[in-house]
């Protein structure tokens, strides 16, 4: 076990931050691990130049040595050190970078294979989030970094659930707050023949996406299941993912008829609610505890709560989890996306 050290950087000034994360880079640069905020989830970085520190996220986070990392950089200028960059990615990075946005380049020889998992291929994303940005530049380094959570559960959105899983793993955890939003970075791969393909949805939408790449392909691996011997694009979408110990059960219907379906269950039973309907799950004859995803018309709100919400049902206790099964438009996609690999795909169809 690892004396991890804190570092509470939410709301202090500039000079008091910068001794702090400097000290936390030179730990990065001796090849230790240090979780930090990012505007999408908490990560768990390490030097990416360096092997052996970044076989030990994979030793963390109890990760499958074949699920390569996200490599963070400073500047958006410094993916050409890395990466083979093509004019895509210009236009790409001129358009969403720095932002919640990751690219799969074609992965010069300095990154090493423990970072690639052994792939042709590495991904690239610079972070907007300043406490992140701050510490990339002072490591001077680029920061090889999952999601700060052990291996299939929900992402950590907020330092106290970074804390529930990397206590006595890592060296540093850095406090910056809530993450603002929630969910991971949207993935683009982009190939040597000039093929597009989105891998895992986020913040930045499909729609959004095309304005700048027309014709954006979306691999099936983002809303289906993999079939029997599938190739997958990218390595992690495999895996159990974002899932509570609960079991959780999509409910695809029209509300009251969701309703209705969780009134007559048994057991003890939480319901993520979009909060205009909170109250009738609340004024059930039978119990159910409620947990408000946010209005029903603001996926951005329900994206920075699912993760959270997720983790904190999981303390309670339940014996099933229901929520609505989310459309595939816009950043529900991305909702959409974690949902089902949280619901292992279990969706009930209720037909009035
Ligand atoms: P996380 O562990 O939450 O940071 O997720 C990282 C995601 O990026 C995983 O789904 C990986 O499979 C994906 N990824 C990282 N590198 C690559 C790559 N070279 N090609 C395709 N997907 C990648
Ligand atoms: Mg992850």
Redesign the pocket.
């Known amino acids: 076990m690892k004396k991890t050290e804190y570092i509470f950087a939410n709301g202090i000034s500039d000079t008091e931050l910068t001794p702090m994360l400097s000290q936390a880079a030179d730990t990065l640069r001796r090849g230790g691990l240090v979780v930090f905020p990012t505007e999408t ?1 908490y990560g768990l970085g390490a030097n990416a130049l360096d092997p052996s520190a970044s076989a030990s996220i994979y030793a963390a986070k109890g990760r499958p040595s074949d699920n390569p990392l996200i490599i963070h950089i400073a500047h958006p200028s410094d993916a050409e050190r890395y990466t083979e960059v093509t004019p895509l990615f210009n236009r790409l990075a001129e358009r969403f970078m720095p932002g919640p946005l990751t690219v799969v380049l074609p992965a010069k020889s300095i990154i090493p294979k423990t970072v690639t998992a052994g792939l042709s291929t590495v991904a690239v994303r610079c972070p907007q989030n300043p406490i992140a940005r701050r510490l990339i530049a002072l490591a001077g380094v680029p920061i090889a970094a ?2 700060a ?1 052990l ?1 299939g559960s929900p ?1 950590p959105t907020c330092f106290q659930h970074v804390c529930d899983d990397m206590n006595g793993r890592v060296d540093v955890i850095i406090d910056g707050g809530e993450c603002e939003i929630g969910l ?1 970075s949207t993935i683009v791969a982009l190939s040597e023949n000039g093929e597009a393909t989105l891998l895992r949805p986020g913040r930045i939408t499909p729609g959004e996406l095309r304005e700048v790449l027309p014709e954006l392909k979306i691999s099936s691996a983002v809303t289906e299941a993999l079939k029997e011997g599938e190739t997958v694009l990218s390595p ?1 979408m495999k895996y159990r ?1 974002y899932a509570p110990i609960a079991p959780v059960v999509l409910l695809k219907s029209e509300e009251k008829a969701r309703q209705k379906y969780i009134s007559e269950q048994s057991g003890k039973i939480a319901v993520l609610s979009y909060s205009e309907y909170a109250d009738e799950y609340r004024d059930m004859p039978c119990s159910v505890d409620v947990y408000d995803l946010g209005p029903s018309c603001e996926p951005d709100v329900q994206a920075h709560r699912l993760f959270y919400l997720l983790r904190e049902i999981d303390k309670v206790g339940y014996d099933r989890i229901f929520a609505p099964l989310p459309s595939k438009d816009g950043v529900e996609l991305a909702l959409y996306n974690r949902m089902i690999r949280a619901a292992a795909y279990t969706v009930i169809e209720i037909n009035k």
Request: charged share 10%; proline share 11%.
């Open positions: 989830v999952p999601s959570n291996s992402s991971e992690g993912h």
